[in-house]
T-cell receptor
């Protein structure tokens, strides 16, 4: 079982709709969670970080964390064609003796006109 | 401009010919790391460094070497490249410890080993 799992997609949504991307993680000790956006052939760039249960909003993006259910989600409101990219979920943990950041394989989002 | 600079952007080589991919950051970050990205496998960590002269293995270190002699530089060395090391490589740095803060990524190096 992969430590951070995402549906590879593609997830296709029409322009203006809400895109919902989901991620589950296996290590209950994970303490930090990130969503990175990666355009084809480019490097990942951070969209959102979240550390505690609940919602965190930044513009059109909302990250949601539920530690009891071990899932993280990213909502993109008013989706635009420029949002078409692969979205990488990552979970980080520090055990005191080791620290690790693990990436999922990414979900490809297509925003259609 | 705050950035992580990787070179070269593209590299084609042959099996067994030693190569080095350079990585430099200008943000005074202590944490630096190398990842490889392959279709269906996502980003996998090769090596990381928490500070000068401190390096440690990630998930897929076999066939790679790194060094951290200066804070800003973290080169990735392939002493005897093989075709299974054909991949897209990213260097990254962080103000934190790699698990708790934003990672700044370089622009990537597409390596092909023939």
């Amino acid at each position: 079982q992969k430590e951070v799992e995402q549906n590879s997609g593609p997830l296709s949504v029409p322009e203006g709709a809400i895109a919902s991307l989901n991620c589950t993680y296996s290590d209950r000790g994970s303490q930090s969670f990130f969503w990175y956006r990666q355009y084809s052939g480019k490097s990942p760039e951070l969209i959102m970080s979240i550390y505690s249960n609940g919602d965190k909003e930044d513009g059109r993006f909302t990250a949601q964390l539920n530690k009891a259910s071990q899932y993280v989600s990213l909502l993109i409101r008013d989706s635009q064609p420029s949002d078409s990219a692969t979205y990488l979920c990552a979970g980080g943990l520090n055990t005191g003796t080791a620290s690790k950041l693990t990436f999922g394989t990414g979900t490809r989002l297509q925003v259609t006109l | 401009e705050a950035q992580v600079t990787q070179n070269p952007r593209y590299l084609i080589t042959v099996t067994g010919k030693k190569l080095t991919v350079t990585c430099s950051q200008n943000m005074n970050h202590e944490y630096m790391s190398w990842y490889r990205q392959d279709p269906g496998l996502g980003l996998r960590q090769i090596y990381y460094s928490m500070n000068v002269e401190v390096t440690d293995k990630g998930d897929v270190p076999e066939g790679y070497k790194v060094s951290r002699k200066e804070k800003r530089n973290f080169p990735l060395i392939l002493e005897s490249p093989s075709p299974n090391q054909t991949s897209l490589y990213f260097c990254a740095s962080s103000l934190g410890q790699g698990w708790d803060e934003k990672l700044f990524f370089g622009s990537g190096t597409q390596l092909s080993v023939l």
